[in-house]
């Protein structure tokens, strides 16, 4: 099984909502990460989990929040969002996180999150 | 530290070849190549590591210019299937995470 699974596909939520972004994978992967993709942009990095511990947080707002219960699940809750941050967001993992980054990442479909 | 992908986009016919340059203005470990189509998933494509080296998978191929901070994707007799944008990420040294180019899209027309 070389995929990520990513739920829901689509998601429209008013800023006052609170919502969740769920994540899975069963590659035994150790690393996985969340990405953000606006239209016509590439993925940029939100957070980096290694080992089920936060590794990286490239100083994302607080209204994002991750989770990860476990090595084959990520989560990223959602809380008085703001409409700009209306994107696609992307899972993936990789086998382990190297000085270097010498790994490939695997993609999931992505959530696609309207905020009104 | 973005890397500068070029071109920005390609209009190619089927069966024409295409390069698409990636640099970096940092000294970089390692370079990564996706292809992502309209509505897709990002798909991994190769990996580049620093030493120079060059990777093919049949009719891609890419290598790595260590000297130059630079890497280069090689789409030899294109097919319709090759269409999407394609995404340089880079890794400098000494960090961890992946930084992506702005993106080449490369549209083949029959």
């Known amino acids: 099984d070389t995929e990520v699974t990513q739920t829901p596909k689509h998601l429209v939520m008013g800023m006052t909502n609170k919502k969740s972004l769920k994540c899975e994978q069963h590659?035994?992967?150790?690393?996985m990460y969340w990405y953000k993709q606006k239209a016509k942009k590439p993925p940029e990095l939100m957070f980096v989990y290694s080992y089920e511990k936060l590794s990286i947080n490239e100083s994302v707002p607080s209204r994002f929040s991750p989770e990860c219960p476990n090595s084959s699940l990520l989560n990223l809750h959602l809380h008085a969002l703001q409409p700009e941050d209306s994107a696609l967001y992307l899972c993936?993992?990789?086998?382990?996180?190297?000085?270097?980054?010498?790994?490939?990442?695997?993609f999931g479909p992505g959530t696609r999150l309207t905020v009104l | 530290q973005q890397p500068v992908q070029s071109p920005q986009a390609v209009i190619l016919r089927e069966g024409e070849d295409a390069v698409i340059n990636c640099s970096s203005s940092k000294a970089l470990y390692s370079v990564h190549w996706y292809r992502q189509k309209h509505g897709e998933a990002p798909v991994f494509l190769m990996i580049l590591l620093k030493g120079g080296e060059q990777k093919g998978h049949e009719k891609i191929s890419a290598s790595f210019n260590e000297k130059k901070q630079q890497s280069s994707l090689y789409l030899t007799a294109s097919q319709l299937s090759y269409s999407g944008t394609y995404f340089c990420g880079t890794v400098i040294q000494g960090a961890q995470k992946l930084v992506f180019g702005q993106g080449t899209r490369l549209t083949i027309n029959p």
């Open positions: 993936a993992s990789s086998q382990v996180i190297t000085s270097g980054g010498n790994n490939e990442q695997f």
């Open positions: 590659m035994g992967h150790r690393a």
